[in-house]
């Protein structure tokens, strides 16, 4: 904190002023931890009104080809589209503020949906990389927070890229839904673009590289949603991924670590500490996105043809989801390098827990010759007393009668193995790996 405050200091003459930002994104002290600089510079003031201007320039030129607007005039519009330099005589003519302002942004969803396309398959690679490394590497499974069955540590991996998989399967189908053209006028009508609808659709589209609407849509605001959504669910899997990881760096189970490379944080009053505060703050960015997608989904609906309540709320919504949404990737993609997989901990958490790991193979085996309801009963029973007992529950079963009517001990060590216990954790975890075709049906 103290370096950051002398930053701040040796930066800025004027402390005060620069110390009135009172939005986190533009905050000095914090700002970096929210701000995604490269989707922030998409909705500055400047982008925003260049954005218009090709909007309103591309109208102006589709309406010259339908006699509307003037070519001369076009010419001069096209070759001086900047604010403090283009003639507004010929721009706007029959279209909605509205209009203009949804289709840049359209323009603006696209270029961030591309940015979130390319950065996700960066971080596959990486997840790849590090699940195929640990294709064998055994590890406990756990479920409702307690030992269940041994894993392989690429298993688990593979269950974040295949949620990550489907989530750029998503990006691809969304982009063609969300980008599209608003320009319909007051109502929605068309009532007085003076072109065929159709045609000016079609030419706006082509220049702006946008998809053709279907109809109107100032008061429908599903691709809103659906851009929020999007975000939230990639959140989802981020903030899974970056949770699954805290729990496994803490040193009671020590079975990933972080290295110090890049400069993880330690306690200021409690130096031996690694805190995992990147891991940490994903799941913050995590949250702060399901919070914008909550508070759009409560919003009042829109009213008759056109109004302005959801409008206002994306104004401020969707640049902070965006951000956070990019922030969030950014940091898991250059955390994920310093996690160093701890096999010897794994291995020793593994044989710690065996005789819990395995007891689903030993009801199993035991049910085929006894039947399954016979033999939990027996086990439950087994497992009571052996907590009693000053021996382990595998010699206890070595030299329990009634086990031993069905199981020797050669079935019982290779039953107490947890190699035998992964069962199909390296196949199906190939199997995600290697998937690579986006159109092929995900379920």
Request: proline share 2%; net charge negative; glycine share 4%.
């Amino acid at each position: 904190m103290l370096k950051i405050i002398g930053e701040i200091i040796m930066k800025h003459t004027n402390i005060e002023e620069k110390l009135k930002n009172y939005h986190v994104m533009s905050s000095n002290y914090v700002g970096n931890i929210y701000r995604d600089d490269e989707i922030a510079e998409i909705f500055t003031d400047k982008m925003r009104i260049s954005g218009w201007l090709k909007v309103l320039v591309a109208l102006a030129k589709c309406q010259s080809e339908h006699g509307i607007v003037p070519k001369e005039a076009t010419a001069i519009i096209a070759e001086n589209a900047e604010l403090n330099k283009i003639n507004l005589a010929y721009l706007h003519i029959g279209s909605a503020t509205q209009d203009i302002q949804d289709t840049e942004q359209s323009m603006a969803l696209k270029k961030i949906l591309n940015i979130f396309k390319a950065r996700l398959d960066k971080l596959r690679a990486d997840l790849v990389n590090l699940g195929e490394t640990h294709l064998d590497t055994v590890c406990m499974g756990r479920t409702h927070y307690q030992p269940a069955v041994p894993i392989t540590f690429g298993f688990k991996v593979a269950s974040w890229i295949d949620e990550l998989d489907r989530n750029l399967q998503r990006l691809d189908e969304v982009i063609s839904r969300i980008a599209v053209v608003q320009i319909y006028g007051a109502c929605g009508s068309a009532s007085h673009l003076g072109v065929d609808i159709e045609l000016l659709e079609k030419g706006m589209a082509e220049r702006l590289g946008l998809n053709r609407a279907t109809f109107a849509w100032h008061t429908v605001r599903d691709r809103i949603h659906e851009f929020l959504f999007i975000c939230s669910m990639i959140c989802t899997n981020l903030s899974r991924i970056a949770n699954e990881l805290t729990h496994l760096n803490r040193p009671e189970i020590a079975e990933i670590e972080l290295t110090w490379e890049g400069g993880m944080c330690s306690s200021t009053i409690m130096p031996h500490k690694r805190n995992p505060e990147e891991f940490e703050h994903v799941i913050t960015l995590s949250h702060l996105v399901h919070g914008n997608l909550s508070g759009y989904l409560n919003a009042p609906q829109a009213i008759h043809e056109r109004d302005f309540i959801a409008v206002r709320m994306e104004w401020a919504i969707i640049p902070e989801t965006a951000s956070y949404t990019g922030k969030a990737i950014d940091l898991l993609t250059a955390t994920l390098p310093l996690v160093k997989v701890n096999k010897e901990a794994m291995q020793h958490n593994v044989e710690k827990f065996a005789v819990k790991l395995s007891s689903e193979k030993l009801m199993i085996q035991l049910g085929q010759k006894m039947g399954k309801i016979n033999a939990h009963k027996l086990l439950v029973d087994v497992f009571e007393s052996v907590a009693h007992e000053d021996k382990s529950v595998l010699t206890f079963l070595k030299e329990h009668a009634e086990i031993n009517n069905y199981l020797d001990e050669e079935m019982l060590e290779a039953i107490f193995n947890p190699i035998n216990n992964i069962g199909q954790s390296q196949k199906l975890a190939q199997r995600v790996f290697a998937w690579q075709n986006r159109q092929e049906v995900r379920h």
